[in-house]
């Protein structure tokens, strides 16, 4: 049964999102990523269908800053995703099925 949540109720402070979940997604997420898009795997061919050569950009001296923003950027985007899940559960308890639906709700409308 659906119920109705006022507005403020939903972004309420004194709810608080799950931290461990929070942080969990986003090393999950960080590792996927650089998986996907390490040395071996894809990043080889994209940087090949941009046209580049084998040299690194800037000569691989800013990694520590890549790496540091896409973890900075992979933390964002899991707290958005709790809060978003915690909004869309507020009349009820969140299960896997809910977070996989929001999670491709939010993928296929940000793409």
């Known amino acids: ?8 109720e939903l972004f ?8 461990r979940g929070v942080f969990v997604a986003t090393l ?5 990523s650089y998986l ?9 061919v994209w940087w090949k269908a ?7 950009p800037n000569g691989g001296q800013n990694m520590g800053s890549l790496f540091g923003t896409a973890l900075l950027a992979t933390l964002a985007q899991a707290i958005v995703i709790a809060v978003l899940l915690r909004a869309v559960a507020a009349g009820g308890d969140a299960s896997p099925a809910l977070g996989a ?3 491709l709700v939010v993928g296929v409308a940000g793409a």
């Open 101 to 103: 639906t929001v999670g």
């Open 28 to 32: 999950v997420g960080f590792v996927a």
């Open 36 to 44: 996907w898009f390490g040395p071996k795997t894809f990043y080889p």
């Open 12 to 19: 309420d402070a004194a709810q608080p999102i799950d931290t």
């Open 1 to 8: 049964m659906i119920r109705t949540v006022p507005l403020r």
């Open 50 to 56: 941009l046209g580049k050569g084998a040299e690194m």
